[in-house]
C-alpha cells in the first residue's frame, strides 16, 4: 500500500528554534507540495516541486522557510527560527504528471503538528 | 484568484438522512475539481476527481456531481463512520508558478449520529 510518510509526526520546541519536516513521497511520483494547515486559514501551498525542480514557492515566508528535495525520495521543508504563528499542521502530499498541464491527484501524508512556544 | 466556499460549515444528521455538500467555485479555467475526506488527526483522504460539467463519480454512498460554478457531494443513507471533514479543492487550468497546486474550501464538517 504506497503511502506518503512525514516526520516528526509531531514537534513541540521554543522561539527562535530550527524546525526540519520530512517528507517521503510515494515511490515513483514526479511532484512533491508542501501544504499548511490552520483552523483560521485552512489548507494553504506552501511549495511545490517536480522532478526534484522548484516550481513554485510563493505561499511560503521567504525569509524563514525553505523546501528542498535532496533526492527523489525526500522532501525537506525548514523553518529558521521559527515563530509562534508557525503553529500548524504541515502537510506533504505527491502525485504523478506525465504533461505539463495534466491534472493530478494529490495523495497527502499524515501531516507534522508543530507546535512553536 | 482562484476561490472555493464550501457550504454548510457543519451538518449534523441521524443515520441514514440523506444529504448534500456544496462547493462552489472560480478557477481560471478549471483542470481538476477534488473531493478529500479528512478524519480528526489524519491527512486528507482522496475520493473523487471531476473534470468537466456533466461528469458524476460515485464511491459507495457517496456521489460527487459537477457543474460549471459548483460541486455537490451527495451522501446516501450514511453511517456514523461517514462522520469527517469533507475538502473541496480545484486544480487551476492555466500554466505558471503555483497552477498545479491545489486551492481548498474551509470544508464541511459533518457527523451521522446512530
Known amino acids: 500500500d504506497a503511502r506518503v510518510t512525514q516526520t516528526p509526526r509531531h514537534k513541540v520546541t521554543e522561539m527562535g528554534q530550527e524546525v526540519t519536516m520530512r517528507c517521503q513521497p510515494i515511490l515513483g511520483h514526479n511532484t512533491v507540495f508542501w501544504y499548511r494547515q490552520t483552523m483560521m486559514q485552512g489548507l494553504e501551498l506552501l511549495a511545490y516541486?517536480?522532478?526534484?525542480?522548484?516550481?513554485?514557492d510563493s505561499g511560503m515566508p521567504k525569509d524563514r522557510f525553505s523546501a528542498e528535495m535532496p533526492d527523489a525520495t525526500l522532501a525537506t521543508l525548514k523553518i529558521q527560527p521559527s515563530e509562534p504563528r508557525d503553529s500548524a499542521v504541515y502537510f506533504c502530499?505527491?502525485?504523478?504528471?506525465?504533461?505539463?498541464?495534466?491534472?493530478?491527484?494529490?495523495?497527502f501524508g499524515p501531516g507534522t503538528r508543530l507546535l512553536v512556544l | 484568484e482562484d476561490q472555493v466556499t464550501q457550504s454548510p460549515e457543519a451538518l449534523r444528521l441521524q443515520e441514514g438522512e440523506s444529504s448534500s455538500l456544496n462547493c462552489s467555485y472560480t478557477v481560471s479555467g478549471l483542470r481538476g475539481l477534488f473531493w478529500y475526506r479528512q478524519d480528526p488527526g489524519k491527512g486528507p483522504e482522496f475520493l473523487f476527481t471531476?473534470?468537466?460539467a456533466g461528469e458524476e463519480k460515485e464511491k459507495e454512498r457517496l456521489k460527487a456531481t459537477l457543474t460549471k460554478k459548483e460541486s455537490f457531494l451527495h451522501i446516501t443513507a450514511p453511517k456514523p463512520e461517514d462522520s469527517a471533514t469533507y475538502l473541496c479543492?480545484?486544480?487551476?487550468?492555466?500554466?505558471?508558478?503555483?497552477?498545479?497546486?491545489?486551492?481548498f474550501g474551509k470544508g464541511t464538517h459533518l457527523i451521522i449520529q446512530p
Open positions: 471531476l473534470y468537466s
Open positions: 502530499a505527491s502525485g504523478l504528471v506525465i504533461r505539463t498541464a495534466d491534472q493530478e491527484t494529490q495523495y
Open positions: 516541486f517536480r522532478n526534484r525542480a522548484p516550481l513554485d
Open positions: 479543492a480545484v486544480q487551476a487550468g492555466y500554466s505558471g508558478g503555483g497552477a498545479d497546486g491545489l486551492t
